[in-house]
């Protein structure tokens, strides 16, 4: 059979088990080939993309696929930046009609949702019931709960809050098999045998697909108030983000800008920024009178060495706060047209250093710079700006990325705080662990999905 008389099968044959408006091919295909590293040219193939509309569907067609040797990539919302939603052949299996809220119960602080159900729809669901979804990953319109899982994304309350793994009590999932596997689920304690959930949980895709997830949910602080400061330089804005952690109180969230991240964003600032070069944001959470005597604690802390100093109250002040603050991206998005930013995370007492070196980086590869992140984390998105059709600075940047993960192994670090692996740091696993680590993963891999089928080329490639 030609190789267009084997895709026509395969299409029609797919369309037999999700319905043929569930099957995209042609122009249809072409949003499904990239994510949001499309910009750096990453772009993949495959032969269609299916979209099930509920697990049985997702399981038939993982079965199908198994049965007929077809490679299958996972597919969210397509916001990650590590390539790990590209195609390299075969099918891609889109989440996005796996939208139901299968159970919400605010008093006991949970809910179920399936996979296609956005991390913002998430948080409003909670928040219109007086609780709190915590995790706070970038593009939460778009992003998706089962993404959000595959990547263990984290944000910028990841700092108190933890990252997406600490929300998430239980989740189904479709093996490569076809067979549809549960693990956790609403009890709050189960130390009865390995930990399934955290394994799947920041796979990236790689060993199944997750369908639905059992969340955790606590009750919405009554309060929470940000702190901002300004620094002459990176040693005295990390000198407070040690402060922050010294003083007291643990703040909801850490995050800072570097001088080049501030001059991205700063016409959009809403307020004074003076002579600063490094901004710290620090935000202090709870009832009424702990995120007041926080925010003092904070405002005492970060006052030292600074050149601005603020702590808004109103909550029209703080929601433009945030807004600045989750701008950033974008910002640096359009700066020059195209960026690549990583996410490494270095131990907080190195950030001053990975934040200068960053930039040296950026130099010695001819690139615009500039770094944002969680200060409190250790995690920096360094970022590497470029005119995303200047094909020489794209691969410049790819070589400039590739020494910021060195750095971030020098520094005692790792190469992903919440972005992940993908293609774009494949083989860098095998810098940052031993061989015996490896061989585990390895394992791990072979275990789950012995043929490779399942997003095949990421995490350990």
Known sequence: ?????????????????????????????????????????????????????????????????????????PRGGGTGYAGGAVPAGGVVLSTERLRSVERLEPELWRARVEAG???????????????????????????????????????????????????????????????????????????AGYDLRSLLVGSEGTLAVVTAVDLRLIPAPEAAYPVIAGYPDPEAGAAAVLACLTSGIVPAAIEFLD????????????????????????????????????????????????????????????????????????????????????????????????????????????????????AGDGNLHATFMFDSGDAAAVARSAAAAAELFSLALELGGSISGEHGVGTVKGGQLRNQWPAAAVALHEGVKELFDPRGLLNPGKKLA
Not at 44 to 72: N, T
Not at 141 to 168: L, M, R
Request: glycine share 12%; net charge negative.
């Open 1 to 73: 059979m030609s190789a267009a008389g084997a895709t026509a099968a395969l299409v029609a044959e797919l369309a037999a088990i999700v319905g043929a408006d569930a099957v995209a091919t042609g122009p249809a295909l072409r949003p499904y080939l990239a994510d949001a590293t499309e910009v750096r040219a990453i772009r993949g193939e495959a032969e269609a993309a299916v979209s099930p509309a509920d697990p049985a569907a997702v399981a038939a067609v993982l079965a199908w696929c198994s049965d007929h040797d077809v490679p299958v990539t």
């Open 259 to 374: 001088a080049e991240a501030i001059e991205v964003v700063r016409g959009a600032f809403p307020g004074e920024l003076g002579e600063a070069r490094f901004v710290v944001i620090a935000e202090a959470d709870g009832s009424e009178d702990e995120a007041a005597a926080g925010r003092a604690a904070l405002l005492e802390a970060m006052g030292e060495g600074s050149v601005t100093l603020s702590g808004p109250r109103d909550r029209g002040e703080v929601a433009a706060l945030w807004r600045w603050r989750d701008g950033v991206g974008l910002a640096a998005d359009a700066k020059l047209g195209g960026k690549t930013s990583e996410d490494i995370v270095v131990p907080v007492e190195r950030l001053a250093e990975a934040v200068r070196r960053s930039g040296e980086i950026a130099a010695r590869h001819d690139l615009a710079h500039c770094s944002w992140g969680h």
């Open 117 to 191: 159900v956005t991390t913002a729809d998430v948080r409003r669901l909670a928040r219109e019931n007086g609780l709190l979804y915590p995790p706070d990953p970038g593009a939460g319109e778009s992003s998706q709960i089962g993404g959000n899982v595959a990547t263990n994304a984290g944000g910028p309350h990841a700092f108190k809050y933890g990252v997406t793994g600490a929300w998430v009590g239980g989740l189904e999932a479709v093996l490569m098999s076809g067979e549809r596997l549960a693990v956790g689920g609403p009890v709050r304690k189960d130390v």
